[in-house]
């Protein structure tokens, strides 16, 4: 299995720029996590899906960002507008379930790595 | 007061040192923790669960105190290759849904 798979892996853009990330969760995962990681705050969960339905999105900043997943196999994350603030590493996480399980854990796309200048 | 919290660190220990980290949670309804780490610029992987009875796993010890709500990692005989900033994890279940919630971590550096 190729594991979650992000891209970009580095993005550099100017504010006011849309920003599109986007997610391959790994074959068979029901679940779909959006992070944001900074040194200040560190992992904070934007959104999650299950079964490709937004489950929880209270932790998506505010409307400039939106979270889409039109299917098992893919989801974005939309910046628009940019602002510095937004700078961050962004990570995907995806899961089988939600059980007590330890196998029901997270597992970690490689991130994308956002600078707004 | 935040959710889950860590050691500040960085803990700077010798090789060959025990080291331990503690984490303390504030949700009691909390049900499931982990250790994940993160090394340098790369995605946080699953170390170990932490079971209510605690466990081990080789030279890595965690404990749940759920009375005091709070989570133990004990590394014995640390190597070079534990440098990493060790998180955290809560899960806690409300209603059909669950959620994740990451301490900021707590970074170690293993020296000669």
């Known amino acids: 299995d190729a594991g979650v798979i992000q891209s970009p892996r580095h993005e550099v853009t100017e504010m006011g720029q849309e920003v599109t990330l986007r997610c391959k969760p790994i074959s068979g995962h029901d679940y779909l996590f959006w992070y944001r990681q900074t040194m200040m705050r560190g992992l904070e969960l934007l959104i999650y899906?299950?079964?490709?339905?937004?489950?929880?999105d209270s932790g998506m900043p505010e409307d400039r960002f939106s979270a889409k997943m039109p299917n098992a196999s893919f989801s974005t994350l939309k910046i628009q507008p940019s602002e510095p603030r937004d700078s961050a590493v962004y990570f995907c996480a995806s899961s089988p379930g939600q059980g007590v399980n330890g196998a029901n854990v997270l597992t970690f796309g490689a991130g994308s790595r956002l600078t707004v200048l | 007061r935040k959710e889950v919290e860590q050691d500040p660190g960085p803990f700077n220990v010798p090789e060959g040192a025990t080291v331990a980290f503690n984490c303390t949670y504030s949700n009691s309804a909390s049900q499931s923790f982990f250790w994940y780490r993160q090394d340098c610029r790369k995605e946080p992987k699953l170390l170990m669960s932490?079971?209510?009875s605690g466990n081990e796993d080789g030279r890595f010890t965690a404990q749940l105190n759920r009375a005091s709500q709070y989570i133990s990692l004990l590394i014995r005989d640390s190597k070079l290759s534990d440098s990493a900033t060790y998180l955290c994890?809560?899960?806690?279940?409300?209603?059909?849904?669950?959620?994740?919630?990451f301490g900021t971590g707590t970074r170690l550096q293993v020296t000669l």
């Open positions: 899906f299950n079964n490709n339905v937004p489950i929880d």
């Open positions: 994890v809560v899960r806690t279940y409300t209603g059909t849904a669950s959620k994740l919630t």
């Open positions: 932490v079971y209510s």
